[in-house]
């Protein structure tokens, strides 16, 4: 069972919150540097990351699954938010060039079936970049936050899944050092610049971005049933015939033949090219 928007718009108003919302955003805003002119999807409860990552895209969607409920989005202005069901997205195939998916994976009743969504609506060469709690972290098992809920992930299963759903990845990275605590708000920052220095297995978060490849289709070849030789005796090669299987090249003068070893047999000169070799 997903967790309820308000757990959630509760947390990243927290001081904890707004430093998980700082960390993670500029990790993506690293990734993606910017959108302008680019059509922009958040999967999950993105919204936080999403005023950052959308600036200057042609179009930018929230996507909120129907378990967790919907709140607008962008507060005082036309509402670009809806509820969906995670795994049969309302939006046309091939529609947005990049999906932002936060609190996405973690509790979904099918996660494959929802990054296979998730390539359906990408348009060709588009990037995903999937954020979720890492499980070797100290937030895991941070049951007071949202990112200690569901299954958390390790880099290994996380690149397993995208590829099966015939995702990509392409690069990946970690965030959020600071431990789970409020008091920790504070010097997130620092525990940032230390932790990926010091300790980086034991980051919070990991951000594994996937894009999706299209190949041309190589046209398959057309069976022709080969015309097989009437069944007979096999006859002796003349003496004045090349041995099968040696390309012979130049002119034979006077009508004289060759004995298949490049030697004349009669007047007249034979040129042959055996294997680069020049004879005369």
Known sequence: MRQGVLQLREFYASPLGRAARTMVARKVNEAWETANGLDVLALGYATPFLDSV??????????????QGVEAWPMGERNLACLVDETT???QPSLFDRVLAVHALEEADN?????????????PSGRAILVVTARHGLWADAEATPFGQGRPYSRRQLETLVRE??????????????PPFGWAARWAEGFEQAGALLWPPFAGLILLEAVKQTFAVRPKGAKVRARAPAPGVLQPATRGRALSGIATSGAISSGAGTNGYGEALGGGSVLVQLHGRRAE
């Open 165 to 178: 759903a015939d995702l990509e990845p392409t690069g990946w990275t970690r965030a959020l050092y600071a």
């Open 111 to 123: 996660p494959l079936a929802l990054l296979r969504d998730v390539n359906r609506v990408l348009a």
């Open 54 to 67: 959308s600036r200057g895209a042609r179009r930018a969607v929230a996507a909120m699954p129907a378990g």
């Open 89 to 91: 997205l309302p939006f």
